[in-house]
């Protein structure tokens, strides 16, 4: 699978790279330097190339790199309308992937909603964040960015003695305009990973979290 998804992104660059738009770092929120497009994703330093895609200096050859090289291809020079911000479900042609979104941004996050809201600056602080709009409710809640052009917006309620603990994270209004809706999926399901690994950083627990090694 792995090498599948190595030729996904490689197929995807030579595409970008043939038919470079001159347009393509200000479509990204990027910086252009020697062809190379430089900006933050997942909150590490980004590099598209055209012999790869780098977060840090680790080449992106898993999903990471597919999200990236599709962000590359589809963004464009509209820029971010965080309001009214959306559910997944709400988004056009979300059905096939909702339930996935479900367990894989938002459940996978309950367990750990105390050491999330202790991390919460630094979280923030690394992927480009901010506070959330005050109406959108929630015992504590957050904005990210994880990649240029789309924020995620993460709502949280404390468990009591009526409710269970609870997660929701809603998506900038027009982030459809930036990435295909299984790819957008894909997003909530790794920056909420994201989370998890910054949590654990700055806790020092154990939580399941991809390393982006690849």
């Keep these: ?15 970008l ?3 470079l738009s001159p347009d393509l770092a200000d ?21 598209i190339r055209s ?21 590359a291809l589809n963004t464009t020079l509209e820029a971010c309308r965080v ?12 059905m096939p992937y909702a339930s996935a979104f479900v367990t894989h941004t938002q459940q996978i996050l309950i367990p750990h909603v105390e050491a999330i809201q202790a ?5 923030i602080a690394a992927l480009n ?30 468990a009591d003695e009526d409710f269970p603990a609870s997660v929701t994270c809603l998506y900038s209004n027009n982030a459809p305009s930036f990435l295909p809706i299984d790819a957008l999926a894909d997003v909530g399901e790794y920056t909420s990973k994201k989370i998890l690994a910054i949590t654990k950083e700055f806790s020092g627990k154990k939580y399941p979290c991809s390393s982006y090694r690849s």
Excluded at 5 to 14: E, G, P, S, T
Excluded at 31 to 43: K, P, T
Excluded at 52 to 61: A, P
């Design 119 to 123: 991390s919460t600056g630094q979280i």
């Design 1 to 15: 699978m792995s090498n599948n998804y190595a030729k996904i992104v490689r197929d995807n660059l030579d595409k």
């Design 51 to 71: 012999d790869g895609i780098f977060l840090g200096n680790v080449r992106q050859t898993g999903v990471i790199g597919i999200l990236i090289s599709l962000f």
């Design 129 to 158: 964040g901010c506070e959330a709009p005050s109406h959108v409710g929630g015992d504590f809640s957050f904005m990210v960015y994880p990649l240029p052009k789309i924020a995620l917006c993460y709502i949280f309620y404390e």
């Design 83 to 94: 309001e009214p911000l959306k559910a997944f479900k709400d988004l056009p042609n979300s």
């Design 17 to 19: 790279f043939e038919n």
């Design 27 to 47: 479509a990204m929120s990027a910086r252009q330097s020697d062809g190379v497009f430089l900006f933050e994703a997942f909150g590490e330093n980004c590099e």
